[in-house]
Each structure stands twice: as structure tokens, then as C-alpha cells.
């Protein structure tokens, strides 16, 4: 058979498995946030998003996983379907808009599950709601939690031109062999985001990398596991000096986007972690 494009089969699962019912709920700061539930029980699994994307991106997880869980697909603040206005576009920020989802829908047993930039994201929400977090999955993120970053070039670019400067750098998360209508997609989109709300964002993100990240991993107590990318290596030694638990797979032949490009291997992935947690936390 014909292997179906990553774009294709992205586009599938969005027309068949995004009516999910739209959630609304008011973060600690008073934006309003979005967010879809689909399926129920336990644990139930929230998706947190990446820098510049949405709720959306989850769109081949949602359906696999509410066969069997609760799944939350979550619009963090002035992203997708969520509100604007937010002074500091931070990860703190963003930590309580997921916690005040989770809080809305009154669950416990969490697994949270977050792309990119959603990675600090749930490290942020996990430390305020630590007895009901089981575990954390992050994906292509924390490949070296010691790494710093010189970001002045970047933060400078994206003020002149950021429609340009974002699809240049979304671009580069690619690989050479990825689908080029889904990478345009993504860049389509990403570029689209308020400027305000990316450069906000983006310039949090990596001042919360080069000075909290690590101090962030020692607090949290759930088991953390990456599911990465290979192209470029994790390392693992790092992240165990703050996290003891901290493990990672790698995923072949994809960019950035692991979730979208290649949602098989990566819902394997994920559906191991997420025994493993059930497993750690004597729910079987």
C-alpha cells in the first residue's frame, strides 16, 4: 500500500477527530483558556502544546488515547482558540493555565504530555499540583537541560520581521526528508501567531532554559521521560544530575515535530510511558 503523508493522514484525523466538545476556563491572570476533553478514564492524559502552535497538534493523539483514557488538549494563553492580553507571555503563566484546567475538570492521576516549549510548561504546572501528577512525557524537548543559550540575534530578527524570521526557524526544525506540505502547514501557522505573544513567549522560553530549567526538574517528583528526536542526542546523564528518574527514547527519520510525523511510533511510545506510570504508581 501507498504510504499516506504525514499531511494527508494530519488532515484525516482533523476532520474525523476534532469535534471534540470546546471547554473554556479562566486562568490565575483572567485569560481565558481552551481546551477539548475527549474520552474518559484513568489516567487521564493532558496534551500541552509547543511554542507558536495549538491544541490541534494533538490531533492524531486524542483519538487513540480516549479509546482508553481521558484526554485534554489544552490551548495555553494567546494561542489557538485561547485569550489575549497576557502581559508576560512566561512558563509560569502557562503552568497555570494548565493547572487551571486540570482544576476545572477536578482530575487526578495526570499524566502531562508536552511538546517543545510545552515541555517547561508542565514542569511548571506538575510543581503546583504535585499529588495528582503520575508523570510527565516530553516531547523533543529537555535534550540538554545544562545547555545555554545566546538568543539576542534571535529575539532581534523576530521583532523586525517575525512572520519571516518564524517560518525561516520553523524550517529549520525539519529534516531534509520530511513532508513539504506538512512543514509548510506548520509554518503557515506558526508564523500567524501575534508577534507579541512569539517574541513573549520565545524570549521567556529561553531565559526559563538557561536559568530555571534545572532547579525546575530537581522539584518535580513524577518520573519524567522523553520521547525524541535523533537528531540530536539526548543527553540523559544531564537530565538524571536534577532528575533521577529522567529517561528518553529516540524516534528515527523525523524533525521536531515528532507527533506529527511520524504518530504511530510516537503513540507506541507514549502508550509505554504511560503504563510504566500507572505501573510506578500502583494503579494496575
Given at each position: ?67 482508553r483514557y481521558k ?11 485561547s485569550g489575549l ?130 532547579r525546575a526538574l ?67
Amino acid at each position: 500500500m501507498k504510504k499516506i503523508s504525514a499531511i494527508l493522514l494530519w488532515g484525516f484525523v482533523i476532520m474525523t477527530g476534532s469535534c471534540a466538545p470546546r471547554h473554556t476556563v479562566v486562568s490565575a491572570d483572567g485569560i481565558q483558556i481552551s481546551f477539548n476533553v475527549q474520552g474518559s478514564g484513568t489516567p487521564a492524559l493532558v496534551f500541552v502544546h509547543g511554542w507558536c502552535c495549538d491544541k490541534t497538534y494533538w490531533d492524531a493523539q486524542a483519538p487513540f488515547f480516549s479509546k482508553r483514557y481521558k484526554v485534554v488538549t489544552v490551548d495555553l494563553a494567546g494561542h489557538g482558540e485561547s485569550g489575549l492580553g497576557r502581559k508576560d507571555y512566561t512558563m509560569e503563566a502557562f503552568g497555570e493555565d494548565v493547572v487551571a484546567v486540570v482544576d476545572k475538570l477536578g482530575l487526578d492521576n495526570v499524566v502531562l504530555i508536552g511538546h517543545s516549549m510545552g515541555g517547561p510548561v508542565i514542569l511548571e504546572a506538575a510543581q503546583r499540583i504535585p499529588e495528582r501528577v503520575i508523570g510527565l512525557v516530553a516531547a523533543d524537548t529537555f535534550h540538554n537541560v545544562e545547555q545555554k543559550f545566546q538568543i539576542d540575534e534571535l529575539l532581534a530578527s523576530l521583532s523586525a520581521n517575525f512572520s519571516e524570521t518564524t517560518a525561516d526557524f520553523v524550517r529549520a526544525m525539519f529534516t531534509p526528508t520530511s513532508d513539504s506540505a506538512l512543514v509548510e502547514k506548520v509554518v503557515a501557522d506558526m508564523s500567524a501567531v501575534p508577534q507579541q505573544v512569539g517574541v513573549g513567549a520565545v524570549e521567556a522560553l529561553f531565559n526559563y532554559s538557561n536559568s530555571e530549567l534545572t532547579r525546575a526538574l530537581q522539584q518535580v517528583r513524577a518520573p519524567i521521560r522523553c520521547i525524541n528526536s535523533d537528531t540530536s542526542p539526548t543527553n540523559v546523564v544531564a537530565g538524571r544530575r536534577y532528575a533521577s528518574s529522567f529517561e528518553a527514547v529516540d524516534m528515527s527519520r523525523v524533525g521536531h515535530f515528532v507527533m506529527l510525523e511520524d504518530p504511530e511510533t510516537f503513540n507506541r511510545l507514549l502508550a509505554e510511558a504511560v503504563a510504566e506510570f500507572v505501573r510506578l504508581a500502583g494503579m494496575e
